[in-house]
């Protein structure tokens, strides 16, 4: 296993263009569980207060179990190493950029700069009426739904629900960056969820070297990954900088 760590950190340190794609995985030791899973939150709460036509036609009921999750839960939730690696690595030059799936804000709370936030974001809401944009802490979330202050229509978390498109300009620089670059770190992620798997597969078929981190192998590791680093996040961002130690 210390082979393949210092093989993967030879590939960051001689790429040209490196890319990390991360998933729900990199945010577990964060205390943020998984939507999948037998401990998922789906286990939990039914998906379909993620369904746009469910959410548009029972937005009270649809937001309660939203506020649970994503604003009372989640409130207090802090960046891991993981999320502080990539940011190093940013800062040194050596990570051209983070697409995450993850709605939750922790890759720009630990320091990185050029996040693209596939799925969006809960760290504001939208009206889905006049679309104008609202930083989560200037709503009252105790009056469900929330309204719009300015045309009173129905406000949402601004991530992509089921039967929602991908954001247009996180998807086209999404594309670009699987298209440009020579490494991609894939973090935390099992390539499950469509359209945001493709990505990797789409970085792999542009030449890129492919270095996985998973406790579990993935659609991946088996198909597109030259290095699985079979490890929490954060371990291996441990033993990977140990690996860089110099320069970062």
């Known amino acids: 296993m210390s082979n393949l760590y210092n093989q993967a950190a030879e590939l960051i340190k001689n790429s040209k263009k490196a890319v990390a794609f991360t998933g729900a ?17 789906w286990s939990k709460y039914d998906p379909k207060i993620l369904d746009i036509d469910y959410f548009t036609l029972n937005p009270k009921d649809a937001w ?8 009372d839960y989640m409130q207090n939730i802090k960046p891991n190493d993981a999320h502080y690696f990539l940011a190093d690595l940013e800062k040194e030059k050596m990570l051209e950029a983070v697409i995450t799936q993850n709605i939750d804000n922790l890759h720009q709370e ?3 700069k050029n996040v693209i936030e596939f799925h969006g974001t809960a760290k504001n809401l939208v009206c889905m009426n006049c679309f104008k944009k609202y930083d989560k802490d200037v709503v009252d979330l105790n009056d469900l739904p929330p309204a719009c202050p300015k045309c009173w229509g129905l406000l949402k978390p601004n991530f992509v629900f089921f039967k929602e498109p991908i954001p247009k300009k996180a ?10 670059c020579d490494l991609m770190l894939v973090i935390g992620t099992t390539g499950e969820i469509q359209p945001a798997s493709q990505i990797p597969i789409l970085a792999k078929e542009n030449g890129a ?3 996985e981190i998973n406790i579990e ?7 597109i990954t030259d290095i699985f680093l079979q490890d929490k996040a954060t371990v291996a961002s441990k033993k990977l900088k140990e690996e860089l130690k110099g320069a970062i």
């Open 217 to 223: 192998p993935s659609n991946y590791t088996n198909t």
């Open 64 to 71: 309660e179990k939203i506020k649970e999750i994503f604003y």
């Open 209 to 211: 070297k492919i270095i």
């Open 25 to 41: 995985g990199i945010s577990v030791e964060s205390g943020i569980p998984t939507f999948r899973g037998p401990n998922g939150l």
């Open 110 to 112: 630990a320091g990185s």
């Open 171 to 180: 998807l086209e620089k999404s594309l670009e960056l699987a298209q440009d």
